[in-house]
C-alpha cells in the first residue's frame, strides 16, 4: 500500500486545515488507519487513529480539535484540525497503526504561525 498526503500548507494560530491522504489499493476499508506527525528534532508521534469499525483514539494534545475521518470509496483518509497552534507544527503523515520501514509517503508540512 502505498500513501500520498496533501492539505498542509501556513496557517496563523487559531486557523483550520484540512489533510489528505490517498491510499493505493482495493482493502483499504478493511484497515485501522492514522495519521502521524513529526515535528523538527523530535521523534514522528501518533496523532490520531480510525478503526475500520470507526472508533476513534486521539493523542491528548489534540482532542477536541482534530478529527479523523475516512471515505472508504475514494480510499482516502481526512484529518480535520481546527484551533491550531504552533506547537502543531509538524510534517504529517499516514499509514497504518504498526508502519513498517519503507511505507511512509512523503508527508504534508503544516506550519502554524502567525
Known amino acids: 500500500v502505498q500513501f500520498v498526503e496533501s492539505g498542509g500548507g501556513l496557517v496563523q494560530p487559531g486557523g483550520s486545515l484540512r489533510l489528505s491522504c490517498a491510499a493505493s489499493?482495493?482493502?483499504?476499508?478493511?484497515?485501522?488507519m492514522a495519521w502521524y506527525r513529526q515535528a523538527p528534532g523530535k521523534q514522528r508521534e501518533l496523532v490520531a487513529l480510525l478503526t475500520s469499525g470507526g472508533m476513534t483514539n486521539y493523542a491528548d494534545s489534540v482532542k477536541g480539535r482534530f478529527t479523523i475521518s475516512r471515505e472508504n470509496a475514494k480510499n482516502t483518509l481526512y484529518l480535520q484540525m481546527n484551533s491550531l497552534k504552533p506547537e502543531d507544527t509538524a510534517v504529517y503523515y499516514c499509514n497504518g497503526p504498526t508502519p513498517v520501514p519503507g511505507s511512509w509517503g512523503q508527508g504534508t508540512q503544516v506550519t502554524v504561525s502567525s
Open positions: 489499493g482495493s482493502i483499504f476499508s478493511i484497515y485501522t
